[in-house]
C-alpha cells in the first residue's frame, strides 16, 4: 500500500497525489483527521477512520471527558442572566446598550469553550459566539444535554426586548414633557406647564401619537418624533 498514490478533499478541492506515509504525517499534524475524505486510487472517497490511516490516528492518553451532568454550566446560564439584567437597565436607564450585551455574550461564549474543552468535550466554533442562540443549540447537542439554556435564552432576549422598548418610550415621554411646557409659554402664551406625556402609539419608527396633562387639568393631543437623540414635539392645533 505505500506505493498507492492518495489523495484528501480540503475546501472544495482535492490535494495530492501523496504516500501513505506523507497522509501519516498530515493527520499527526492535524492538517487532516478522522472524518476527512479519502481516495487511495480505487472506489469512491471515503472518511479517513475508515481506510488504513485509522491505525495511524492518534488514541487519547488522558481521561475521557467528563459526563454530561458534570459539566460546568455556569457560563450559560449566565448569558441568560445577562439578557435579563440588560433589559431591566435599558427599561430604567432608557439608554440602548447593545454593545455591552455583545461584548459580555461573546466573553461568556469564550469562556464556556474553554471550559468544555477543559473538560474534554468538543465545543462549538468561537465564532458562534456572535449568534448566541446558534452556539447554545450546537452545545447541547454536542453534549447530549436537553436544550433548557437554550430556551431560557429565548425567553430572556424576547423579555429584554419587550423591557427596552417599554423603558425607550418612558425615556421619550419624560423628555418630552418639558418641551411641551416651553412650547405652551413660547407659543401659545399661557402659564400652564405639562405634567406627563403618554404615548398613545407608533405611527411608525420613531413617529408618535401622544397626548400631554397639564397641571390645569387640561389634556392636549401631540406628536412626538425621536432622530437620533434629538426629540421633536408638535402641537396641532386643538
Same mark, same amino acid.
Given at each position: 500500500? &505505500?506505493?498507492?498514490?492518495? *489523495? *484528501?478533499?480540503?475546501?472544495?478541492? #482535492?490535494?495530492?497525489? *501523496? ?10 499534524? =492535524? ?27 492518534? #488514541? ?9 451532568? /458534570? ?6 446560564? $449566565? ?17 440602548? @446598550? ?11 461564549? +469564550?469562556?464556556?469553550? #474553554? #471550559? ?6 468538543? !465545543?462549538?466554533? &468561537?465564532?458562534?459566539?456572535?449568534? +448566541?442562540? +446558534? ?5 447541547? &447537542? ?6 433548557? *439554556?437554550?430556551?431560557?435564552?429565548? !425567553? $430572556? ?16 415621554? /419624560? ?45 392636549? =393631543?401631540?406628536? @412626538? ?14
Amino acid at each position: 500500500m &505505500s506505493d498507492v498514490s492518495w *489523495y *484528501y478533499a480540503l475546501n472544495g478541492s #482535492r490535494c495530492g497525489p *501523496y504516500t501513505l506515509e506523507q497522509m501519516s504525517v498530515f493527520l499527526s499534524s =492535524n492538517d487532516i483527521n478522522a472524518d476527512t475524505k479519502v481516495w487511495a486510487g480505487t472506489g469512491d472517497w471515503v472518511s479517513l477512520k475508515d481506510t488504513v490511516l485509522a491505525q495511524s490516528i492518534q #488514541r487519547p492518553s488522558g481521561p475521557p471527558p467528563l459526563a454530561a451532568s /458534570e459539566v460546568d454550566d455556569r457560563f450559560v446560564w $449566565a448569558l441568560v442572566g445577562v439578557q435579563l439584567v440588560g433589559g431591566l437597565v435599558e427599561y430604567l436607564s432608557g439608554i440602548s @446598550i447593545w454593545w455591552a450585551f455583545l461584548i459580555l455574550n461573546i466573553g461568556l461564549c +469564550v469562556l464556556d469553550e #474553554r #471550559r468544555l474543552k477543559a473538560a474534554g468535550h468538543l !465545543a462549538p466554533q &468561537s465564532y458562534w459566539a456572535l449568534l +448566541v442562540p +446558534v452556539y447554545l443549540w450546537k452545545r447541547a &447537542s454536542l453534549l447530549n444535554q436537553k436544550k433548557h *439554556y437554550f430556551y431560557g435564552w429565548m !425567553a $430572556a432576549f424576547i423579555v429584554s426586548v419587550l423591557l427596552s422598548v417599554v423603558g425607550g418610550e418612558s425615556a421619550i415621554e /419624560e423628555a418630552a414633557c418639558p418641551i411641551v411646557t416651553e412650547i405652551i409659554h413660547k407659543q401659545f402664551y399661557q402659564t400652564s406647564s405639562c405634567l406627563a406625556v403618554t404615548i398613545d402609539e407608533e405611527v411608525k419608527s420613531g413617529f408618535y401619537l401622544a397626548h400631554a396633562i397639564l397641571d390645569n387639568g387640561n389634556e392636549i =393631543n401631540l406628536t @412626538i418624533e425621536k432622530k437620533g437623540e434629538q426629540i421633536l414635539v408638535r402641537i396641532p392645533k386643538q
